[in-house]
């Protein structure tokens, strides 16, 4: 049986709702949905993207919504063709540091706050090739309290796990069985399950299921199912008051 964590009490889990890009369908239907529910979720926001409609950016921020660090020029590997111009493999860690606080300049002054979190742009952890290869989770453990994963295979520990490379469960085109069985999983194991999708629609492709996201809420809304859910920074800066606590 695995260690429990002391959540709030009648908590038995935790879940974030986490998008990148700041892709237009996050405001037209994706956070019209959390509104509905009042649950907030957190957005790592693409410059290009959250520029055109920063008014309705700024709405979302006051309405409780976290906004998180996603990088000036979402770099990611070279194995993908949208990247040959900012390949990690190219990068130094120098670079990295700079998309990092160039990233957090913008969204402060454009939003006027500080990101707490950050998502790893495709999900990777590296910079250079070959013998020359350097994590930069370093990098993200000086910069934030959390740094999330994409793709990855379970719920967060937060116990054990380390929260500058927190685990991020995609919820793209995620059914409402499936998000029932990744939070029953959550659930025995007293975790911290992060979801982390793109747009949110009922149309096929990279996808938060509208439906599905409806469902979410709705469960989570319930307190007989012991699920707090909340942006990735509140149940983060949680966490490590809980840790800091427990090691005292």
Request: a negative charge; glycine letters at 8%.
């Amino acid at each position: 049986m695995a260690e429990e964590f002391k959540w709030p009490e009648g908590i038995r889990a935790a879940l974030s709702l986490t998008f990148d890009d700041a892709r237009p369908s996050q405001l037209d239907s994706g956070i019209p949905i959390l509104n509905e529910y009042d649950t907030k979720g957190t957005f790592y926001v693409s410059f290009s993207n959250m520029d055109q409609r920063m008014d309705e950016w700024r709405q979302a921020l006051a309405g409780g919504h976290e906004i998180g660090n996603h990088t000036v020029n979402h770099p990611c590997s070279g194995n993908f063709s949208f990247a040959h111009s900012r390949a990690l493999e190219n990068y130094t860690l120098h670079q990295m540091e700079e998309e990092l606080t160039g990233a957090n300049q913008h969204i402060e002054e454009t939003l006027g706050v500080t990101p707490k979190t950050f998502a790893y742009p495709c999900g990777q952890k590296f910079i250079g090739r070959g013998e020359s290869v350097q994590s930069y989770v370093p990098l993200i453990a000086e910069h934030f309290l959390l740094g999330r994963g994409f793709k990855n295979e379970c719920h967060q520990d937060p116990i054990h796990g380390d929260l500058a490379q927190a685990m991020g469960v995609d919820f793209d085109r995620m059914t409402v069985q499936e998000f029932h069985t990744r939070i029953e999983t959550a659930l025995n194991d007293s975790g911290w399950l992060i979801l982390a999708g793109h747009n949110v629609s009922s149309d096929n492709g990279q996808t938060v299921l509208e439906e599905t996201l409806h469902a979410i809420c709705e469960y989570a809304n319930d307190p007989a199912n012991g699920v707090w859910l909340d942006t990735a920074a509140a149940i983060g800066e949680y966490v490590v008051a809980r840790q800091e606590s427990d090691l005292g």
